[in-house]
């Protein structure tokens, strides 16, 4: 199938870190992107990264990507509550259109 | 303010009934997409537009879909004869689209139910 494939729930205490994990399916898309969305609102972009990096650090957020296995991770250090969200990885394919996983829904627990 | 925005942010309707939304996209965004997003999976494409040409559209956009970018610049989606299987929130996003890469840069969607 085409599936971007996400896990399903994680829950998490205020101050730890957070892994969220993505495998996606298109070996050719150039860009990976990582979205949030809270409750009734849009999409958020939080970071992306190129194919032919390994990681990418942005403030609190480190992403990691597995080329071989197509295989994209999301950290997020200390974990504050206004963290609590879906997160959506999507990859970029060659047509334009990005396509989603069904979303990880983080919980913070103060 | 200068994201996406789109009207109404709550549409509710009876099965037959036509509805009409719209999106304004960030002001000097060349490209527009259209995602359908139902509860608990992630936004599905529909369609895009680069400027007022409509360049793609999914096999999810059956003919009672139209979308339109008259100027290339706020875009409408219409659906016509709705159907409970409409009930979904419906993504705008726009972009800039340069060599190098392209973020997309969300609305917060329209919420549709079919009654």
């Known amino acids: 199938g085409e599936d971007v494939e996400q896990s399903l729930f994680l829950s998490v205490r205020e101050g730890d870190s957070s892994v969220i994990n993505c495998t996606y399916t298109d070996s050719s898309s150039t860009y990976l992107y990582w979205y949030k969305q809270e409750p009734g609102a849009g999409l958020q972009l939080l970071t992306y990264?190129?194919?032919?990096?390994d990681m990418k650090q942005d403030q609190r957020l480190t992403v990691l990507l597995n080329k071989k296995d197509k295989h994209l991770s999301l950290r997020i250090a200390d974990t504050q509550t206004g963290d609590s969200a879906i997160y959506f990885c999507?990859?970029?394919?060659?047509?334009?259109?990005?396509?989603f996983g069904k979303g990880n829904q983080v919980v913070v627990i103060p | 303010d200068t994201g996406v925005s789109q009207d109404p942010r709550h549409k509710i309707t009876k099965r037959g009934q036509n509805v009409t939304f719209r999106c304004d996209p960030i002001s000097e965004h060349n490209r527009l997409y259209w995602y359908r997003q139902t509860l608990g999976q992630g936004p599905e494409f529909l369609t895009y537009?680069?400027?007022?040409?409509?360049?793609?559209k999914s096999r999810l956009l059956s003919d009672r879909f139209s979308a339109e970018r008259p100027k290339g610049s706020f875009s409408t989606l219409e659906i016509q004869r709705t159907e409970q299987g409409d009930s979904a929130m419906y993504l705008c996003?726009?972009?800039?689209?340069?060599?190098?890469?392209?973020?997309?840069?969300f609305g917060s969607g329209t919420q549709l139910s079919v009654l």
């Open positions: 999507a990859e970029r394919r060659g047509n334009n259109r990005l396509a």
């Open positions: 990264i190129f194919s032919n990096m």
């Open positions: 996003a726009s972009s800039y689209q340069d060599a190098t890469n392209e973020k997309l840069f």
């Open positions: 537009f680069q400027n007022e040409a409509q360049l793609e």
